[in-house]
């Protein structure tokens, strides 16, 4: 796969200096496997904003050593940065993207299905997408192509998944996109001298990320309000071959089961969660991310208070950009000190420069 370049601004102007010309913008290349380098660049530009004492200009970069003394200042006052991380996956290749549809090779089958956030012109030839061994319609309904099962088995290093084409739900089972985050916990030291740690995967889903952390060595709670996902989690822990390991499968509503858990004085090392904008809990509790979030996460802290290392979210799906995350981890973590790291899950595309964006993320880390 080839390295991509991108390049992700924020611009804010400055009101405090007036007649700056100072803007702010971090760009970072970050990949996170494939010994690709981690590059950081700063930027100063120009911009056009009707903000008083504000000059006007075109906007435009400029190389950061022309105004040095001032982006220092302006940098160390914003600081923030989005990172943009593609996994590598031998198991999974977005082929293409375009006209609200993906591409993509999952194991030995490609498949054409919505994407709602490919906007753009697909790259490759209708005859590419007609090789397709199921489609999805728009309705949400697979046509296969004679000889496609509707489900199949992939890898990702250790682990492995069910992948499943239902008329009944829009995911088949893994989120690719998600797969630096499984390689991250997968690099953890999940034990110190008391023993191994412990993780909570909150809306666990088909327990990818509860896998990957158990493989690490936690012993993991993993929260889901869905029989039939927990089923499918427990099938992907038996096919990884840790069907014996320690996790402790609980089917609950994610708040009324954090918030037992913060009576009863639990603490754990790391929490994991990946809220969807809506669901339901298995009693018909109402789940919306705009309403519940901020105190889902204020409860969270205070399991990691004690001896937490990390917060790890993930949101698809939500009207907010990684910097919404990034200030909903400053308050939640407030006072605790460690290291906020925002940015995009993307999926960079086979033989172009596109990056299909999937998803933001946010990692609060103990320092
Ligand atoms: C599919 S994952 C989220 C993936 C992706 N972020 C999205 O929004 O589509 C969402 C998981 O949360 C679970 N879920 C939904 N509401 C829940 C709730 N109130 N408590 C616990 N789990 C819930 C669902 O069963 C599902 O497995």
Redesign the pocket.
Known sequence: MRPYSIELCILTSNIEYPGSRVLLCTIEHHQVSGGAKNVDKIFTGENRCDAPGIREGNYQFANHERDQTALSREYMMNKIRIHVLTGLWDEYTLIDSGNTRKLERIGPYIIDREEPKAWWVPDRPKEIWAQSAAVQSRNGHWKLRKGTPREWIVGFKSLVAEVKLTDTSR?VGI?PEQSPHWEWLMKKTAADVSGSKNLLN?????GMATLAAVSAGYDVTH????KP?MLWARRNAELSDLGHARIRWIL????KFVAREVRRRSDYHGIVM????F???PKG?I?KAEKKLNELMMECRKLLEYRGEFLLI????LDISALSLSNLMKDTFHGLGGVIDVGELALQQEGGDKILPR?IYARWERS
């Open positions: 995911h989120f909150l809306f666990g889903y088909t929260v889901d309000a869905s996902a609950d509503d994610a708040s990946d809220p969807p904008s669901g339901r809990g509790e789940w993930t949101v698809y799906n998803s």
